[in-house]
């Protein structure tokens, strides 16, 4: 790959898995992000965090929409990830313009606003009726007329195209976590990174005339704590930590949950692979929207996670109860008699949470609606 | 004459020849020379582009070309030329830049918008480095003036509202201030909640004190502000034509910057950019190097001394050996 700088992974990489099929779209997350790191002046129109309606919302508008279609389709060795899949397209890397380090586009200050554009606005792919006359609406595989929640923060991208695109080095990505960060000190407004970024996750202070992008809550990380966005979610749909970079460190360091649901259940899936920066925000995906949409948009593993999505065992089950459990990273999981347990990166015990939820009837005296 | 004096005169005039060419090789003819410092006696009109001073000075037409060495590349940067000249009075030295530019774009509050903006480029140690910033080793000082710090201190520093003049924001948790509120200035938010001004970043401060950046460059993407700002100036925009002054003392003692002595060539370069094309970076349109010379005097010719008394020495041996032997045969 093109990538202009050395391959260099971090001890650990700063990596989330998003469940989107329990995704309600309340954006706790957004709000937790916004009144964390984003509500001084300049970034008034700035959402680290956001949260759209698919398939035509976007933040930045349509910033999906307009990379896809300047990369063109590209192929995959097959579609449906059978025995893996190989990438035989281009990257942003590979299909840059001359003179460019990667393809892409600067957003204008008008697509930044209305973040929530196109919320809960469905599409059908049933041409002859429209979504209220769809008679099958809820049917699986795909359903007829559907929309689903994206949340999207930056993914800390292992080859990150905003690194590779600042002329001066502002941005770095660090060792400890792999968490990638514009240097506030060094960076000189040049917008390289928000041109280049396939994720548009860096932003434009208008008052500080310089770029800012979501830091991973590196403060909250380094005292091995989740991110805001992660800790808030209401659904329950994130689970955060720090995964081995490496795929054959990853399987080998199975009891780490985020390893265990990204590299050996493979349950959760990158965001646009096909871009080449390898994002570290994983989503499981959502069960009723049609295939094809699902494998531009988490290539081709989607068959795979949803099989194994849909017909989970006591282990998998487990891993997905300790979701939001407790704020602090989990380093390593156990499942044992009906309980998930979780601990720190010292080894201590931090959640106990049951899989089987016990079911309590109440006795009549106390029912409040007979 | 005695055959005596012709001998003598033969031998000088065997001897100057070779001081001739020794004296050219060490000390070359004077090269071109693009932009002359004249000497002044007034103070300079550091804030007057338009000053009667600058009449001293005959401008030189500079050609500008794409800076193709290093991404990312704009192929095609808008400004072709621009007019460089400079005056000093043996304390400041100031330069002068006119060139070509239809739209005035002051702003930077806008993802999409960029500045006008000139840069002069001097190497800090002898000789010539590298054109694209310098080099390890061989640093440049480089004067950058921007058009948005330029309004800034104009007028006031530009925030969100010079391009949403109708947003309204009733109060941000970290303002410092009292009811009844305005939209508060960053300067009135506390430090700790404006990154790029907490961090020390120049492009952040809200209180510019002049509209030219002193930076020092060893090479691409090093670029770096430095701690003393020693250049001040102004630029001007009218009818389509930006008039940029620069000045600073010939000799600030820093030795981080660039030293001009009086009677000295030195290499300087321009760049321009254009922010209705968004230039910025290394997207600009620069000059080759070119030689500045701070006159010394108001003597027009350069003083090459073995080569003047090597060439006063042919003429007058020249003369000697060629005239008629007043002695009769």
């Known amino acids: 790959m093109d990538y202009p700088y050395e391959e260099a992974r971090p001890k650990r990489q700063y990596a989330a898995v998003f469940n989107v099929n329990k995704c309600i779209g309340c954006q706790t997350c957004t709000m937790s992000c916004k009144s964390t790191w984003t509500y001084s002046k300049g970034q008034e129109h700035m959402w680290w965090n956001n949260v759209e309606t698919k398939p035509y919302g976007g933040y930045p508008q349509f910033w999906d929409h307009k990379l896809l279609e300047k990369l063109g389709p590209n192929k995959w060795s097959s579609a449906t990830g059978q025995n893996g899949s190989v990438y035989s397209g281009k990257t942003i890397f590979e299909a840059a313009p001359i003179g460019e380090v990667a393809l892409g586009y600067l957003p204008e200050d008008k697509e930044w606003q209305s973040p929530n554009i196109y919320e809960d606005t469905p599409t059908t792919t049933d041409p002859d009726k429209g979504p209220d006359e769809s008679v099958d609406l809820v049917n699986l595989p795909a359903h007829t007329t559907w929309f689903f929640y994206l949340q999207r923060i930056c993914n800390h991208c292992t080859h990150p195209a905003c690194l590779a695109a600042c002329p001066r080095k502002a941005i770095y990505k660090r060792q400890e976590d792999g968490i990638v960060l514009i240097d506030q000190n060094r960076c000189r407004g040049y917008r390289k990174c928000i041109e280049l970024c396939p994720y548009k996750k860096p932003m434009y202070n208008l008052a500080t005339r310089i770029s800012e992008k979501c830091i991973g809550c590196y403060p909250r990380v380094e005292q091995g704590i989740e991110a805001r966005c992660m800790a808030a979610c209401v659904g329950k749909i994130r689970l955060q930590g720090l995964k081995n970079s490496l795929p054959e460190e990853a399987e080998a360091n199975a009891e780490n949950p985020l390893n265990y649901l990204i590299h050996i259940k493979k349950i959760a899936l990158p965001l646009y692979p096909q871009y080449g920066t390898e994002p570290n925000i994983y989503y499981i995906p959502p069960r009723w929207i049609p295939k094809q949409f699902l494998y531009q948009m988490f290539g081709p593993g989607v068959d795979e996670a949803l099989k194994v999505y849909s017909n989970m065992d006591e282990e998998l089950l487990g891993v997905l109860s300790l979701f939001r459990s407790t704020q602090k990273i989990l380093e390593k999981f156990n499942i044992n008699s009906n309980q998930a347990v979780g601990y720190d990166a010292k080894g201590q015990e931090v959640i106990r949470v049951p899989i089987d939820e016990p079911v309590i009837v109440r006795p009549p005296k106390y029912h409040n609606t007979s | ?329």
Do not use: C
Request: hydrophobic share 45%; charged share 15%.
């Open chain 2, 1 to 329: 004459m005695g055959n005596k004096n012709f001998i003598i005169a033969f031998i000088i005039f065997l001897l100057a020849w070779p001081l001739l060419f020794i004296g050219s090789a060490v000390f070359p003819f004077p090269q071109q020379i693009d932009v002359v410092s004249k000497r002044v006696s007034q103070p300079l009109p550091i804030t007057d582009p338009s000053s009667n001073l600058w009449v001293n000075a005959l401008p030189n037409e500079i050609q500008l070309g794409a800076q193709t060495v290093t991404k990312p590349i704009l192929a095609t940067p808008s400004i072709k030329s621009v007019m460089v000249s400079s005056i000093h009075n043996s304390s400041w030295i100031a330069f002068r830049l006119e060139w070509k530019d239809l739209t005035r774009n002051v702003s930077t509050t806008g993802t999409e918008y960029y500045q006008d903006a000139a840069a002069l480029q001097f190497p800090i140690l002898e000789g010539t480095p590298f054109l694209g910033m310098g080099e390890e080793g061989q640093p440049v000082n480089i004067w950058q003036w921007r058009g948005d710090w330029q309004e800034d201190i104009n007028n006031v520093y530009q925030e969100v509202e010079a391009t949403y003049p109708n947003m309204w924001v009733d109060s941000y948790p970290s303002a410092v201030s009292e009811p009844p509120y305005n939209i508060p200035k960053i300067a009135s938010i506390d430090k700790l909640f404006v990154p790029g001004w907490n961090a020390g970043n120049p492009i952040s401060q809200p209180i510019k004190v002049t509209p030219i950046s002193d930076h020092i460059a060893e090479g691409f993407s090093t670029l770096t502000f430095k701690p003393e700002q020693q250049v001040i100036g102004r630029g001007v925009w009218e009818d389509g034509t930006w008039i940029v002054v620069y000045a600073r003392p010939l000799d600030t003692g820093d030795p981080s910057d660039t030293k001009f002595t009086i009677g000295e060539d030195k290499s300087m370069a321009i760049a321009v950019w254009d922010g209705a094309n968004r230039e910025v970076d290394g997207r600009k349109a620069v000059s080759a190097w070119l030689m500045m010379r701070v006159e010394g005097s108001s003597f027009p010719f350069s003083l090459n001394i073995i080569v003047e008394l090597a060439s006063v020495a042919l003429i007058g041996t020249a003369v000697v050996l060629l005239r008629r032997p007043t002695r009769s045969l």
